[in-house]
């Protein structure tokens, strides 16, 4: 099993940046693949970014540009730096983490609890 644990999110006005983290911990070495989904009240989930073991990279339109996924290995820790925010990112943001890089895309094995993002306007 692994336990994923986000932090970092909170209030913030438009234009302004935030970095939410994600500490992993258990089984460590039976995932590959790390990615953000959010989902804001009333919507369907949305994936935003995933990051894998061997450096491929994947953002939602939306977000291209203005957000970076990003991993610290020896740290087991997926960040997402934010920036450029839009009232329209407002959301629950979950991590999620799957033992290949397709996994997250499909359906991942493991998700957090959730951060929630505000951005004001």
């Known amino acids: 099993q692994v336990q994923l644990v986000e932090s970092g999110g909170g209030l913030v006005q438009a234009g302004g940046s935030l970095r939410l983290s994600c500490a992993a911990s258990?089984?460590?070495?039976?995932?590959?693949?790390m990615g953000w989904y959010r989902q804001a009240p009333g919507k369907e989930r949305e994936l935003v970014a995933v990051?894998?073991?061997?450096?491929?990279?994947f953002y939602a339109d939306s977000v291209k540009g203005r957000f970076t996924v990003s991993r610290d290995t020896a740290k087991n820790t997926l960040y997402l730096q934010m920036s450029s925010l839009k009232p329209e990112d407002t959301a629950m943001y979950y991590c999620?983490?799957?033992?290949?890089?397709?996994?997250?895309?499909?359906?991942?094995?493991?998700w957090g609890q959730g951060t929630q993002v505000t951005v004001s306007s």
């Open positions: 990051i894998s073991g061997y450096g491929s990279i």
């Open positions: 258990g089984s460590i070495s039976s995932i590959d693949a």
């Open positions: 999620t983490a799957s033992p290949n890089y397709r996994g997250v895309f499909m359906g991942p094995d493991y």
